[in-house]
């Protein structure tokens, strides 16, 4: 494979491309470059994070595909990889407009495939979720698309999960066999592109190189059967610390509002679609949770077991999105009881994994559950039906899609530290700063 | 032939035309055929299968004997589509998308085929049939169960040509003799032919108006041999057929051009890029080609200008739009998907092949070709002082009088409204889908350079279409033809395309709409290529030209609109 061949190139000696001939801003800071070296790589050497998915040092000319490291060259956008350092060249990196126009790309790949971080077997060592959590995407702002794509069990070593791949055209350009075809092509166009995979090179590869070519994919699209849960889960590459360690820690921090005596608060709390997971994260403070019960008090809440609002709330807590009409009704009544109302977790933000049946039909799923399944009783073959049960719906429902959500806390679930600081910022202006460790989760 | 280019793919210039053969072979490209190729061009086999599948024209499963191409752009959607795609079905048998049971017909959607002013209007086995309705439907298919042979059911493509300028004032649409401008070469230097056409401020014509003289001569500097001419065919942009009948009109007035371009650079061959759309053409393209050679105005010492030896060759693409873009177009000459490339190099420095290359579109090399046969003063002479000369408009839409325009510059919307008879026009698109839309406010405004610009479709609507129903048709072209390597133009377009649905659902908000905007800029600013970055551009603008229609009534809740009896409609089903 082309990469382990030029390995030696990556390896120059950082200090000679630090005494460049070239001088170039970056956000207002001078730095020295060699005529002609990349942006992305120049930056990353003085520290300076520009976000990037498809580039990869090697390749020339870089593939501008996943556009996610625009930034403004003298005044105009375009993606740093594709730049060469110039002389005198100004380059800002985030200014708001352009930290914006990169968050949405990002955003935008999570909304174009079918991303499920927490059943993931790349979760930790994915740089699409690495980047995510290092612009704080906290909710794409894009509909998610729930196109239904397929996996391909077909190649003997590989699976490929097209559900996952974000057609960044680096294994396209870089897994080649001994005899210099390509094991991988871009199919298709338009929305329905996808990465196509040679099932007869697929089997020249070297495991070695099979296991280069998962490595070299920016997401789990790219699984070697057998080898990817190699690392255990929380001590992969992305784990522990954010690349952007210092700048992260100091936006992290905002101003503590004035802080006045406590008055009491009132919350409500729900799970719809979900699994209760984000309720036990919100116990999970342990005995924290005794000094919160001073502060506030809980009505409808699956907490105290009260089903019935008896009063107005100040903040309602929803954990789980809408797959039946029940959530509907329920979520509705939420957002005239609460003052301020908070999406908790992955699926009341975007679905979760209850929307993993987004991409088929309901018709079909509901058969599968109760007409085809193996453990179906003889006999019983009927989809339930009766007046008093809920409707289900045709898909999983996000819950800003039914009435106005104030806040999103994403998360997997989210972390306990993270939803109580959240809600005390809510409630009563506390000093709110997350930590990388508590943003992290899934 | 083999070439190193700028991505790490080889270049396999005969690799499209040995899948043309494979297709029009069988009907399709079989599992042998990919093997076969795969031997031949020491690619793999998956490599091939992503050109394929680039390509609307290359099917991979049986086609049908008769290949039925229905053009779906939104004019033929305006004139009865969905009747004659009925009448289709009804009579074949088979759906659309798909093949009958017998394997006769196959029925296929497809974007403009550069026939919107005798739409609705379909290819079959690539040859064109126009104005269709359902009864011609039912008596061309009964035809084709008859064993009359396509060639002898299909229509004479009319050229519709409605407006030429006065007297001498034309440029294109005068009367033609071959070899008048290739003679006026000899005895002209390379640099008196660039400046000549410099002079004349010609500029691109596919759209984006490069300077002519300008590029030529940059490309005369490059050190590289050898050069190439690349003749753009394909406009596929919806709504333009100016160079459909530039072609069919005077063929050898292309090649003139091409020939002119040559010499001018310094290249010793011009490629001609039809698209497939266009294949009816092929053979008098071919013909005219031929009778070039023969009057010795094309091979060696071509019109008898010593140690000029020029060849031109014809190119058949195979459907896509972005392959109008010329790094696209360059990428399919070379076997490749037509992806745009990255803008590292432009095509005079390295282009076909690596090659200094001068990509040009059909009608820029047709003024080219009539500047040196008329002169540069002739050409100054019309349109406006900062753009002089005339422009050819292919009109379409609701007017009684659609066809080709030749106009010179400065001419007001309003005239050439009233020129084309347009019925109550309220939604004007100007240059395709990529272009931008125009109301009557702007109708004292100007065609030209300075003012608006115009790639060469002008698209009339009346008050009685829904605008809605355009833009969706746009987005859904869009979202088809992008060619899906970036992700804010394969992703952004999908995206906009579902929120026109929510709007067409009467679910919209007004933070619907801030979100077209902004969503839509960030698609322009952050796209690979043009396709990408002008996508949005007529959604935005139709935003702000036709606020009243966009109005929501309903002010920010809330609650959303939610139409929970549609969500539950599925499940009704198992009420028993």
Same mark, same amino acid.
């Given at each position: 494979m082309k990469n382990l061949k030029a390995k030696p190139k990556k390896k120059q000696p950082a200090k000679a491309k630090a005494k460049g001939d070239a001088t170039i801003k970056i956000d207002g800071k001078e730095i020295k470059a060699r005529e002609g070296s990349n942006l992305v790589q120049v930056a990353r050497e003085n520290g300076i994070f520009i976000p990037s998915l498809c580039y990869y040092e090697h390749i020339d000319p870089p593939l501008g595909t996943c556009r996610v490291c625009i930034c403004e060259i003298d005044g105009k956008p375009a993606p740093a990889c594709m730049q060469k350092v110039k002389n005198n060249m100004e380059v800002r990196v985030n200014t708001p407009e352009m930290e914006d126009t990169r968050?949405?790309?990002?955003? *935008? *790949?999570?909304? +174009?495939?079918?991303?499920?971080? !927490?059943?993931?077997?790349? #979760?930790?060592? =994915?740089?699409?979720?690495? *980047?995510? &959590?290092?612009?704080?995407?906290?909710?794409?702002?894009?509909?998610?698309?729930? %196109? $239904?794509?397929?996996?391909?069990?077909? !190649?003997?070593? *590989?699976?490929?999960?097209?559900n996952r791949c974000v057609k960044c055209h680096r294994c396209v350009e870089e897994v080649l066999t001994q005899d210099g075809k390509r094991v991988f092509s871009l199919c298709n166009r338009g929305n329905e592109t996808v990465v196509g995979i040679d099932y007869e090179e697929e089997a020249k590869l070297t495991q070695e190189e099979a296991l280069a070519a998962m490595q070299l994919c920016p997401t789990g699209a790219i699984l070697v059967r057998g080898q990817s849960l190699a690392k255990p889960f929380g001590d992969r590459r992305f784990d522990k610390e954010s690349v952007q360690k210092e700048e992260r820690a100091k936006k992290a921090v905002v101003e503590a509002a004035t802080k006045a005596a406590k008055e009491k608060k009132v919350i409500a709390t729900i799970s719809l679609a979900g699994c209760f997971g984000c309720h036990m994260s919100m116990l999970d403070i342990d005995l924290g949770f005794i000094d919160l019960l001073e502060v506030v008090e809980f009505n409808k809440s699956p907490i105290n077991d009260i089903k019935k609002f008896t009063r107005q709330c100040d903040?309602?807590?929803? +954990?789980?999105? =809408?797959?039946?009409s029940e959530n509907v009704e329920t979520l509705r009544e939420f957002r005239k009881k609460c003052d301020i109302l908070v999406a908790v977790g992955e699926c009341s933000i975007w679905g979760g994994l209850p929307a993993m049946r987004n991409m088929i039909p309901l018709e079909e799923c509901l058969e599968e559950a109760y007409l085809n399944s193996i453990t179906t009783v003889a006999g019983e073959h009927i989809v339930p039906y009766h007046e008093d049960l809920p409707k289900i719906l045709d898909k999983v429902y996000p819950c800003n899609e039914i009435v106005k959500i104030d806040y999103f806390i994403p998360g997997c679930p989210p972390n306990p530290e993270h939803i109580w600081k959240a809600v005390k910022n809510l409630l009563w202006g506390d000093h709110y700063s997350i930590l990388y460790s508590e943003f992290k989760y899934d | 032939m083999e070439a190193e280019t700028l991505s790490t793919q080889r270049a396999h210039p005969e690799l499209l035309n040995c899948l043309w053969e494979y297709q029009n072979q069988h009907g399709y490209i079989r599992d042998e055929d990919i093997g076969q190729c795969s031997e031949r061009f020491g690619i793999s086999k998956i490599q091939l299968e992503g050109v394929i599948s680039f390509y609307h024209f290359f099917h991979r499963r049986p086609a049908g004997q008769f290949t039925v191409y229905l053009n779906n752009s939104i004019v033929s959607e305006f004139k009865g589509f969905q009747r004659v795609r009925e009448a289709f079905e009804r009579e074949t048998g088979a759906r659309f998308g798909e093949v009958d049971p017998s394997g006769l017909f196959g029925l296929f959607e497809t974007s403009c085929i550069g026939l919107s002013d005798q739409e609705p209007a379909a290819l079959i086995n690539?040859?064109?049939?126009?104005?269709?309705?359902?009864? %011609?439907?039912?008596?061309?298919?009964?035809?084709?169960?008859?064993?009359? !042979?396509?060639?002898?059911?299909? /229509?004479?493509? +009319? /050229?519709?040509?409605?407006?030429?300028?006065?007297?001498?004032?034309?440029?294109?649409?005068?009367? &033609? &003799?071959?070899?008048n401008a290739i003679t006026k070469l000899n005895g002209m230097t390379p640099e008196e032919v660039i400046e000549e056409i410099n002079r004349s401020k010609l500029s691109g014509r596919g759209g984006a108006f490069f300077p002519t003289g300008l590029k030529w001569g940059l490309c005369r500097q490059q050190a590289a041999t050898p050069k190439y001419i690349v003749c753009n065919a394909d406009e596929g942009e919806p709504g333009t057929f100016k160079d459909r009948v530039l072609m069919n009109t005077m063929p050898g007035l292309v090649l003139e051009g091409m020939a002119t371009a040559g010499y001018a650079v310094g290249a010793r061959e011009g490629i001609l890029y039809l698209r497939a759309e266009y294949m009816w053409m092929k053979d008098k393209l071919e013909k005219e080609i031929e009778r070039f050679y023969r009057m010795e105005l094309l091979g060696k010492n071509a019109a008898g200008i010593d140690g000029f030896d020029f060849d031109i060759r014809l190119q058949l693409g195979a459907g896509s739009y972005v392959v109008g873009e010329e790094t696209a177009m360059l990428n399919s000459m070379e076997g490749k998907r037509g992806e745009a490339r990255v803008k590292q190099y432009y095509p005079i420095e390295r282009g076909f092949l690596g090659k200094p290359t001068v990509v040009n579109n059909v009608e820029t090399l047709c003024g080219a070709a009539r500047i040196i046969e008329l002169g540069a003063d002739q050409f100054l002479a019309t349109g406006t002082s900062t753009s002089p000369g005339t422009k050819v408009i292919s009109v379409s839409g609701d007017c009684h009088q659609p066809g080709i325009y030749e106009i010179e510059y400065g001419v007001k919307?309003?005239?050439?409204?009233?020129? =084309?008879?347009? $019925? $109550?026009?309220? &939604?004007?698109?100007?240059?395709?889908?990529?272009?931008?839309?125009? #109301?009557?406010?702007?109708?004292?405004?100007?065609? #030209?350079? /300075?003012?608006? #610009?115009?790639?060469?479709?002008?698209m009339v609507f009346s008050k009685h279409r829904d605008i809605l129903q355009i833009l969706l048709n746009f987005t859904s072209f869009f979202k088809e033809e992008s060619c899906g390597v970036c992700t804010p133009c394969r992703a952004g377009n999908f995206i906009l395309q579902r929120k026109l649905e929510k709007i067409k659902l009467g679910l919209a908000q007004q933070s619907d709409y801030t979100d077209i905007r902004q969503w839509g800029h960030i698609m322009q600013s952050a796209s690979r290529c043009g396709l990408g970055k002008a996508a949005s551009n007529t959604l935005i603008k139709a935003l702000d030209t036709f606020p009243e229609f966009f109005e929501v009534q309903q002010g920010e809740g809330l609650t959303r609109k939610f139409d929970l009896n549609k969500a539950t409609e599925e499940y009704e089903k198992f009420k028993s």
């Open positions: 968050k949405a790309i990002v955003e *935008m *790949m999570f909304a +174009e495939g079918n991303h499920f971080c !927490p059943a993931c077997e790349k #979760s930790g060592n =994915c740089s699409l979720q690495h *980047m995510g &959590y290092e612009m704080g995407v906290s909710i794409s702002r894009f509909p998610h698309l729930f %196109k $239904d794509r397929l996996i391909d069990f077909h !190649p003997k070593r *590989m699976i490929i999960e097209h903040i309602g807590l929803v +954990e789980g999105g =809408c797959c039946n | 690539f040859h064109p049939f126009t104005n269709l309705n359902t009864l %011609k439907v039912r008596q061309v298919i009964a035809g084709l169960k008859q064993g009359v !042979p396509v060639e002898e059911l299909c /229509d004479e493509v +009319e /050229d519709n040509i409605r407006h030429v300028p006065p007297g001498k004032r034309a440029v294109f649409f005068r009367e &033609y &003799y071959p070899g919307v309003e005239e050439l409204l009233k020129a =084309c008879h347009a $019925d $109550d026009p309220h &939604y004007i698109q100007l240059s395709g889908p990529s272009g931008e839309c125009i #109301s009557l406010a702007d109708k004292e405004r100007r065609l #030209s350079k /300075d003012d608006l #610009s115009c790639g060469g479709a002008f």
